[in-house]
């Protein structure tokens, strides 16, 4: 007897192709904006070899899947990332890594930096530490591909449904806010 699949069904398989497709080709676009890019060469050469699990650096945003913010950002550095990350192309995810991503870290009270990147971009996944190692990260981007794996990773569906929320709190920032729109 054949069993045909209903559309849901059908649905929920081509979902978990193209999740398990997505998890395993991460292409990183490394914005180094704080001390800790320092871990990322060693992260990506030959002694921790990230590519071994499926995580390789983009040349440009539009090859990128996911943005990975170094640390510190200061606010002339912001608008550069925010154009970065809506050149990217869905789905994509953010990465913050370093505790100056979480909360400011020890630039916490710089009348110059962000204090918390997830107001300003949808965050999937923070890595802390100052600065975390390159294990460290590694286990940050086993845990991303876990959500995107689960279909858990939807800081850019969120950012899509909330664009108007973080265009406030961008803007609060960026004084001299002269972008293109959001191209989606
Ligand atoms: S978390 Fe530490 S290493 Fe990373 S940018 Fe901040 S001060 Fe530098």
Same mark, same amino acid.
């Given at each position: 007897?054949?069993?045909?699949?209903?559309?849901?069904?059908?649905?929920?398989?081509?979902?978990?192709?193209?999740?398990?497709?997505?998890?395993?080709?991460?292409?990183?676009?490394?914005?180094?904006?704080?001390?800790?890019?320092?871990?990322?060469?060693?992260?990506?050469?030959?002694?921790? +070899?990230?590519?071994?699990?499926?995580?390789?650096?983009?040349?440009?945003?539009?090859?990128? +899947?996911?943005?990975?913010?170094?640390?510190?950002?200061?606010?002339?550095?912001?608008?550069? @990332?925010?154009?970065?990350?809506?050149?990217?192309?869905?789905?994509?995810? @953010?990465?913050?890594?370093?505790?100056?991503?979480?909360?400011?870290?020890?630039?916490?009270?710089?009348?110059?930096?962000?204090?918390?990147?997830?107001?300003?971009?949808? @965050?999937?996944?923070?890595?802390?530490?100052?600065?975390?190692?390159?294990?460290?990260?590694?286990?940050?981007?086993?845990?991303?591909?876990?959500?995107?794996?689960?279909?858990?990773?939807?800081?850019?569906?969120?950012?899509?449904?909330? %664009?108007?929320?973080?265009?406030?709190?961008?803007?609060? %920032?960026?004084?001299?806010?002269?972008?293109?729109?959001?191209?989606?």
């Amino acid at each position: 007897m054949n069993y045909v699949l209903n559309d849901r069904e059908s649905s929920k398989i081509v979902e978990f192709i193209k999740n398990f497709a997505r998890k395993n080709s991460l292409w990183v676009l490394a914005y180094g904006t704080g001390c800790g890019a320092i871990e990322i060469p060693p992260t990506m050469t030959s002694r921790y +070899d990230a590519e071994r699990f499926s995580v390789r650096g983009a040349a440009t945003p539009r090859q990128a +899947d996911v943005l990975l913010i170094t640390g510190y950002l200061s606010v002339k550095t912001l608008k550069r @990332v925010i154009r970065s990350y809506e050149q990217m192309q869905d789905p994509k995810y @953010v990465i913050g890594f370093g505790s100056c991503t979480i909360n400011g870290g020890m630039y916490w009270d710089s009348y110059n930096t962000i204090k918390q990147l997830d107001l300003y971009l949808p @965050v999937d996944v923070y890595i802390n530490g100052c600065m975390p190692r390159p294990e460290a990260v590694l286990a940050g981007f086993a845990k991303l591909q876990e959500l995107i794996g689960k279909g858990e990773a939807n800081g850019w569906k969120h950012y899509k449904e909330n %664009l108007e929320w973080y265009r406030q709190n961008q803007q609060k %920032l960026i004084k001299n806010w002269k972008m293109p729109d959001y191209n989606w």
